[in-house]
């Protein structure tokens, strides 16, 4: 079955720091993948996507590659701030007609100023 | 345009009790699905909802249980309710899979 890796948190980095968070997935086909915010207390929230591979994804300064021959979709930022401080997930939808996501664990975030 | 809207926001139950936990989609969305989010876990796929009928499903028991509405609404029903079904509940709605869902603010369920 599809399944997503992504490294432990949780990361606790210096305001503008560079943010790196690791994405590995198992699937068959070709895969559509997410990024997905969660603030503390609130749902989740679609931070940027990819549908193909060699797609880049980008939304608030956020970005990240689909590289399907390092089944990989690593989230990047070149300057984070407290504000970026949330759990992020990683997450992909199946290539059939259904729309089933699957999502990693989760890695927590922590800026501090 | 309202995004996902789920109610109630908050629930409390005792075990063995059933409750059900509702969501409307975005407008413009046909497919609902729900995940169950344990503390600290990503969210569990339960099972999604198209044309009023269950389309796929998860690793859980049946004593979770759902419906769909012609208005594309939904409900999740628990039954039996155990202490390891305290969770975040998550409803998403989508029209396509290539955007990916819009999820709610969940229901907070707690078992006691």
């Known amino acids: 079955g599809n399944s997503v890796t992504q490294m432990e948190g949780p990361v606790t980095l210096s305001e503008e720091a560079f943010l790196t968070i690791n994405c590995t997935y198992t699937a068959t086909g070709y895969p559509s993948l997410f990024w997905y915010v969660q603030y503390p207390g609130e749902g989740l929230q679609l931070l940027l996507k990819?549908?193909?591979?060699?797609d880049k994804g980008s939304n608030k300064g956020f970005e990240a590659t689909y590289r399907k021959e390092t089944t990989s979709f690593h989230l990047e930022k070149g300057s984070v701030q407290v504000s970026d401080s949330a759990v992020y997930f990683c997450a992909l939808s199946d290539s059939g007609g259904y729309q089933k996501v699957t999502f990693g664990i989760g890695t927590k975030l922590q800026v501090i100023p | 345009d309202a995004g996902v809207t789920q109610s109630p926001t908050h629930l409390i139950k005792t075990r063995g009790q059933q409750v059900t936990l509702r969501c409307s989609p975005k407008s413009g969305h046909d497919t609902v699905s729900w995940y169950q989010q344990a503390l600290g876990q990503g969210p569990q796929f339960i099972f999604q909802?198209?044309?009023?009928?269950?389309?796929q499903r998860g690793n859980f028991p049946d004593r979770f249980s759902g419906h769909q509405f012609p208005n594309y609404s939904s409900e999740l029903n628990v039954n039996a309710l155990l202490l390891g079904d305290s969770a975040l509940y998550l409803c998403?709605?989508?029209?396509?899979?290539?955007?990916?869902?819009?999820f709610g603010s969940g229901t907070r369920l707690t078992v006691v």
């Open positions: 909802y198209y044309e009023e009928e269950e389309r």
């Open positions: 990819a549908t193909k591979a060699d």
């Open positions: 998403a709605s989508s029209r396509d899979r290539r955007y990916g869902y819009t």
